[in-house]
Nanobody, 124 residues
């Protein structure tokens, strides 16, 4: 069982930056593929970024590639999402998610554990 707690959300102007963190409980954090998803009002939850259990591979949605960077520190049981050049369309609740060993995937239903989410609002 893994419990995930996100932090770092807030209000930022367009062009600004935020760094989200997701702290995980449990001793097996290093065995999980970790992902960040987001859900805007009235829209379905969508994939943003994911990172392999070792941190050696990552994958991004086209909408965030080149602006967002996912990373992890297995010693701290934490995964991060550095978000730069933020746009109003990045406004959403951002969720951290974990899936057991395997390949990186963009599918929400393949992630077994979810955090409660953190709100990111980008003003124009």
């Amino acid at each position: 069982q893994v419990q995930l707690v996100e932090s770092g959300g807030g209000l930022v102007q367009a062009g600004g930056s935020l760094r989200l963190s997701c702290a995980a409980s449990g001793r097996t954090f290093s065995t999980y593929v970790m992902g960040w998803f987001r859900q805007a009002p009235g829209k379905e939850r969508e994939f943003a970024a994911a990172i392999s259990w070792k941190g050696s591979r990552s994958f991004y949605a086209d909408s965030v590639r080149g602006r967002f960077t996912i990373s992890r520190d297995n010693a701290k049981n934490t995964v991060y999402l550095q978000m730069n050049s933020l746009k109003p369309e990045d406004t959403a609740v951002y969720y951290c998610a974990a899936k057991t060993l395997g390949i990186i995937t963009t599918m929400t239903n393949e992630y077994e554990y979810w955090g409660q989410g953190t709100q990111v609002t980008v003003s124009s």
